[in-house]
């Protein structure tokens, strides 16, 4: 007798959608962004799609839904619930989406029509799947904006979407992507852009409604503590390859391919001993990074070292990173050598775009500074203190050492940070100068800021009464989410924003009520690290005018800025290119130089990371960490990403509507925080076990 089977449980077993082969192409720009990727997503089930700038994780998404454009070229096999998609027509493809596969997009703003009110969004997309009258749609969407969390939903349907905060939005989008009920989600990056508490939120929204609709949802992101909160599995992509895939649980903790292992301990956690140098990807990983084998697995070169406290981990030699078919890296000894590195946007290659590294599908070398730089983050004696620079990776014959294992500091002239020449011009010109004796390099007063109503509004206090300091060399934490008044703060500490009352003391002086002359002086002994690193560089000055823009011309001011590009990890030849050859992180280290150019005392760092990929954030990180030991730099950290500032800072403040509602150590603010707000922040943050 044939055993009885259950349709029902027969169709859970099998995929609902199922990603075979496909590539994606961009015949225009000489792009393949997708290559030969397979994967595929059960009925109910939640998997994440990982991957950094470049990935190819949002192309694949758009695939999916068919959004891309006419010109694009896409081949393989997108099957949903065994029917094929890669090829369909525009209407049938218009027929699916929204109700059987929605997407909910990164940023509402632009998603949402800003011309319409929010209700008739939504309304619009049941109509255009469902025979009903207007009045039956609206009562949809107001029905679908209750059940996202939206308060008073009659009245809230009728506004507009710039009438609606961040979270409210992505609410919103959420509930006009769920309003026809579809068995397929794609969010992509759904809570990129917001605070943490606001993402916790969003995302056990989407959770709830996935157990509640019985939908699946693939998760595109970058954050691995979102994927370990959200996703039972997860496909790992670099450059357009899918290059490991598995149960989220094995992929946390017990990582095969050095991408993915380094990718996941490059992000500090909860429970890392803060200070300790983190894992980056190096920078000159080059080539494309296969999917590993088993062939490939059994290579000892390739595997994550698994050295200890007390067992450096070691590694063989770097190979010198290969050039793509197309030439992209230029070779050594062109004028842009130096900056032949994967952390370059190559030139044509449109942003967020992964370069094309020539045909065909086989296996790819993985170099081996990915799994020697994965290892190195456990290779330390626990002391950030103590611990100093990494020790290199050694580099093939002939070959440019890695830019990421010169390790800050190791200038041509001289020792880790390094003090200018006599006469550069590069000694300190402000402060007292009190040495090891003093306590208090910063102090901060009942520093007020207070911005004027416009249209009949009230005035905006977004400094009210805060106080705080930092002795010299410390590094001090400042925690806030949008809007708390932090980067108003440090914009008060360098003299772009004026103080409504109370005073900033540095090294003794009140900067507040300084001559413009003197308080320019002072201003030298504070420097400022910016958010963002395309728009803090002027893109029409030299890479060497920008760093020397504050020392005398001369013989003097070109040694200390090739001193300075050493210092931060980069090329001295770099000093003639323009910041366009240049990556985020590379301008990022730059804008590190030009603030350490005057010889700081301390160093404001205003999100120094949080527009940067998480393996580059790691390098910057330690980079960071690594010249506040080297120089004895005071640093205050000023971020809303409480693992980062953790990991950073012995002492941490936490602000909220222009207050300051506590203020401690980092054991005390982390482990027992004396206020709601900050417990709840510490709950909202997503955060991963170290992987054994």
Partial sequence: MEPVTDPVTERAKSPLLEVSGLSVAFPDAGVEAVREVSWQVRPGETVGLVGESGSGKSATGLAVLGLHGPRTRITGSIRLDGQELVGAGERTLRGLRGRRVSMVFQDALDALNPYRTVGAQIAEAYRLHHDVKRSQARTRAVELLERVGIDRPERRAGEYPHQFSGGMRQRVMIAAALVNEPELVIADEPTTALDATVQAQVLELLAELRREMGMAVVLITHDFGVVGQMCSRVVVMYRGRVVEQGPTERILTAAQHPYTRALVTSVPRMDDVPGTRLATVPETVA????????????????????????????????????????????????????????????????????????????????????????????????????????????????????????????????????????????ESRFGKGRGAGETTLLQVRGLTVTYPGALARPPLRAVDGVDFAIAPGESFGLVGESGSGKSTISRVLLGLQRAGSGSVLFDGEDITHATRRRRRELAAGIQMVFQDPYGSLNPDRRIGDTIGAALPRGAARRERVAALLTEVGLDPELAGAYPDRLSGGMRQRVGIARALAPEPRLLVADEPVSALDVSVQAQVLNLLAQLRRDRGLAMLFISHDLTVVRHMCSRIAVLRHGRIIETGDREQIMDRPDSDYTRALIEATPSLRRPA
């Avoid at 000892?300 to 590694?315: D, M, V, Y």
């Avoid at 449109?350 to 456990?378: L, Y």
Wanted: hydrophobic share 35%.
């Fill in 287 to 426: 080539a494309l990074v296969g999917p590993m084998d088993e062939e490939s697995l059994a290579d000892p070169s390739l595997r994550i070292a698994s050295g200890g406290p007390s067992e450096p981990a070691t590694s063989p030699a770097a190979p010198s990173a290969p050039a793509s078919a197309e030439g992209t890296f230029p070779a050594p000894g062109s004028p842009s050598s130096a900056v032949g590195t994967a952390d370059v946007a190559s030139p044509g290659t449109p942003s967020g775009a992964a370069p094309n590294a020539g045909s065909g599908g086989g296996q790819e070398p993985v170099p081996a500074t990915v799994a020697a730089s994965a290892a190195d983050a456990t290779a330390g004696s626990g002391d950030p203190e103590a611990d100093g620079p990494p020790s290199g990776v050694a580099a093939a014959d002939g070959a440019r050492p890695a830019i990421e294992d010169r390790g800050p500091g190791r200038s041509p002239g001289g020792g880790v940070g390094a003090k200018p020449p006599a006469g550069s011009g590069a």
